[in-house]
């Protein structure tokens, strides 16, 4: 079955980068159609869409944050990076990581709260 | 910057039916923007329930249903148990970012 896994730092200090993994089994991300995408949640908050890197590489960003984003694969290690520069205090969230396959969102995370705070 | 609007909130009785809706600022919502649809419950993982406007995630209750409802995207509770009470999200596509909305407090009273 599929499944995802966030990891990477609990706490980070206003100005640093913030580095997430996401490692997942039960798919490939070499197969033709699937990503894997990351939205995060602000407590309280909705969710926000971030980024996302398909099976070919491509990858897409969240225009507001684009500036600010890098996400990047390793198909051997079945994992998904994203790295955030210059955290501030609003970016204190649960990072979820999940799966994409046919245009849906299916299988997700269990997410991993980042506080930015020095 | 594109906005993703859903009602703030909306209450329905027990056995009724309820219909939440996702708007886009850039004009009407079509299949192309893949509308998805979650259900999230306080301190829980957004659950997704609907993907590519009305196609069901194998785990989906029958009694929810997606489709496209005078421009918008729509999501579609029939027969509502106290159980579907819970924050519900929508996600479009725009050509290769998505957007959520802000979600839709249904309460169920």
């Known amino acids: 079955q599929i499944t995802l896994k966030e990891s990477g730092p609990t706490l980070v200090k206003p100005t640093q980068t913030l580095t997430l993994t996401c490692t997942f089994s039960?798919?490939?991300?070499?197969?033709?159609?699937?990503?894997v995408g990351w939205i995060r949640q602000p407590p309280g908050k909705a969710l926000e869409w971030l980024a996302l890197i398909y099976w070919d590489n491509d990858s897409r960003y969240s225009p507001s944050l684009k500036s600010r984003l890098t996400i990047t694969k390793d198909t051997s290690k079945n994992q998904v990076v994203l790295t955030m520069t210059n955290m501030d205090p609003v970016d204190t969230a649960t990072y979820y990581c999940?799966?994409?396959?046919?245009?849906?969102?299916?299988?997700w995370g269990q997410g991993t709260l980042v506080t930015v705070s020095s | 910057q594109t906005v993703v609007t859903q009602e703030p909130s909306l209450t329905v009785s027990p056995g009724g039916t309820v219909t939440l809706t996702c708007a886009s600022s850039?004009?009407?919502?079509?299949?192309?923007?893949?509308p998805n649809w979650f259900q999230q419950k306080p301190g829980q993982v957004p659950r997704p329930l609907i993907y590519s406007t009305s196609n069901k995630q194998s785990w989906t209750p029958a009694r929810f249903s997606g489709s496209l409802l005078g421009g918008k995207a729509a999501l579609t509770l029939s027969g509502v148990q106290p159980e579907d009470e819970a924050e519900y999200y929508c996600l479009l596509f725009y050509g290769g970012a998505w957007v959520f909305g802000g979600g839709t407090k249904l309460t169920v009273l």
């Open positions: 999940s799966h994409l396959h046919s245009s849906g969102f299916d299988y």
């Open positions: 039960g798919f490939s991300l070499s197969t033709s159609g699937v990503g």
């Open positions: 850039t004009g009407a919502v079509t299949s192309g923007y893949y």
